[in-house]
């Protein structure tokens, strides 16, 4: 059974672009690597800033969209965060949605791909690395920064990769597999 791979984008504001380049990371990690691949959007889980009575490390949810939530990520064995970069830090859907749920992050590999305008948000998967350590997650070294990321997307704003950007995911998926299948022995 193949090791199951969450591509979480992460941004929730109108107009964003996470979802495109999201779409290329999807299809390019179904297509390169052992992986069986799901695209998840935030947005689509409306979580507000944490509302549970309870702490997250207990896993009793009162809400059911904290309940959907803790499945889908409970569902997978490593995650790929799909990030812009929002005042050189990670965006605020993402911490929020990190801090919803705790066991079911616990050891497992994540990576980022990030992207923003000449630092590639790279300043924002800095900062994300350190966060979801706390969560008994292993985050990769390698990772894929996209700089300047408007000016990879077409008139009809489909996100079109590079002979940079292709090889940085490969490595980072190559080492995804390698941490998934270890960590899973944990778990």
Do not use: Q
Request: proline letters at 6%; aromatic letters at 12%; glycine letters at 6%.
């Amino acid at each position: 059974m193949a090791l199951k791979l969450n591509i979480v984008i992460c941004s929730t504001r109108p107009g964003r672009i996470g979802p495109s380049i999201a779409t290329w990371f999807h299809e390019f990690a179904e297509n390169n690597s052992g992986f069986d691949c799901e695209l998840i959007d935030l947005a689509d889980f409306d979580l507000p800033v944490y509302n549970e009575a309870e702490h997250p490390r207990s896993g009793i949810y009162a809400h059911d969209r904290t309940k959907r939530w803790s499945e889908s990520v409970n569902s997978a064995d490593a995650y790929v965060f799909v990030m812009p970069e929002y005042n050189y830090c990670p965006p605020p859907a993402f911490v929020n949605a990190l801090n919803y749920v705790y066991s079911e992050w616990n050891y497992k590999p994540c990576g980022f791909v990030s992207y923003g305008g000449a630092a590639g948000g790279v300043r924002a998967a800095t900062l994300a690395r350190e966060l979801v350590t706390t969560l008994k997650m292993m985050p990769m070294v390698e990772g894929v920064m996209v700089p300047m990321a408007w000016n990879h997307l077409d008139e009809d704003k489909v996100f079109h990769s590079n002979e940079l950007i292709d090889p940085s995911a490969t490595a980072m998926l190559t080492e995804m597999e390698k941490w998934a299948t270890a960590l899973k022995t944990m778990r």
